[in-house]
């Protein structure tokens, strides 16, 4: 993407990103007349803040006349934090090598370029080169490297399913809390911002926490835990509804409503709230992740709940008046 772009003049990797983060805010919208005025007087307290914003103008104007995906998504999609982000990779890897070697990392937008990914509300299945299998649920992304030595998969964000194929190479799904090296395994994965969780069907899976300076733990068949990039949990027989999410499934057994409602929020775009007064009802059953306005329709039916909608996407499950 850069080679078609001029060098950047001299702007340090900081203001760089200030400057892509006020065009940003001002392609969500018009700046309020305080942050107008914030924007004037981050323009004007240095020559480099204004050679910045004239080199990010430049850069954004030339990445309207891309064609590649990720930026016409980034530029034509609804203003979602998703939107902003692929935004700002793209302004701040048009800026320049010099500028964002150090800034990708930092950036939260590495599902937008993954090798696989799954949009909210559906799954896809995948057929690996070495006979592996993943599924991968909804808003979930993984890179896969395979080459002459090992075998490689990095879980970017969300949950997946992998049954892993027996080969000469190792295996590792690497996770941002430590790596599964999965022994003819079948196994979900499932990444939270604070820790992974793991649960293991068949086989065994060797787990290695990032820092953690002891031996490892093997994970046994029928087990699941989750940990953190320090140490890991004690491993607790499966849940009955570890996995059904790949059978298109939500399971429920006596799960608080809120939790609940949490879990159903995965599968579609918006906001599902739940009002405190009903968060701690209890809910079991087994429930079709594909159609959650029937789910919705079920629990007024069955709980002493309302739906309200303010619109598609925003819906509130409170007391029933």
Known sequence: ???????????????????????????????????????????QAHTEHQRAWEHIQRINQRLRGLSSPLAHAALNAPKTSSRRQAMKLLLLLGAG???????????????????FSSPVGQRRKLQLHDGSQIQLNTASSVDVKFDAQQRVIRLLEGEIL????????????????????????????????????IAVFSGRVRLTPTVHSGPPLWVEPHQQLSFNRQAWNPPRPLDAGSGAWSDGMLV????????????????????????????DLLIS???????????????????????????????????RA
Request: charged content about 20%; glycine content about 4%; proline content about 6%.
């Open 252 to 279: 429920a057994a006596h799960m608080r409503l809120a939790d609940f409602l949490a879990e159903l929020a995965r599968y579609r775009r918006g906001q599902l709230n739940c009002d405190p007064k009903v968060a």
């Open 162 to 197: 992998l049954t892993a194929a027996q080969d000469s190479r190792p295996l590792q799904v690497l996770t941002t809390h430590g790596s599964l090296q999965p022994q003819a395994a079948r196994l979900n994965v499932r990444q939270f911002s604070n820790h992974t969780e």
């Open 1 to 43: 993407m850069n080679g078609g772009f001029n060098q950047p003049p001299d702007i340090g990797s900081a203001v760089a990103e200030q400057a892509v983060s006020w065009l940003i805010e001002m392609q969500d919208g018009a700046l309020s007349p305080r942050r107008q005025q914030a924007w004037e007087q981050w323009l």
């Open 97 to 115: 090598s010099a500028l964002t070697y150090g800034l990708r990392d930092q950036l939260p937008v590495t599902p937008l370029l993954a090798d």
């Open 285 to 319: 059953g087994t429930y079709p992740v594909d159609d959650s306005e029937r789910v919705l329709e079920l629990l007024a039916v069955s709980l002493p709940v309302r739906i309200k909608r303010f619109t598609r996407y925003w819906v509130t499950v409170e007391a």
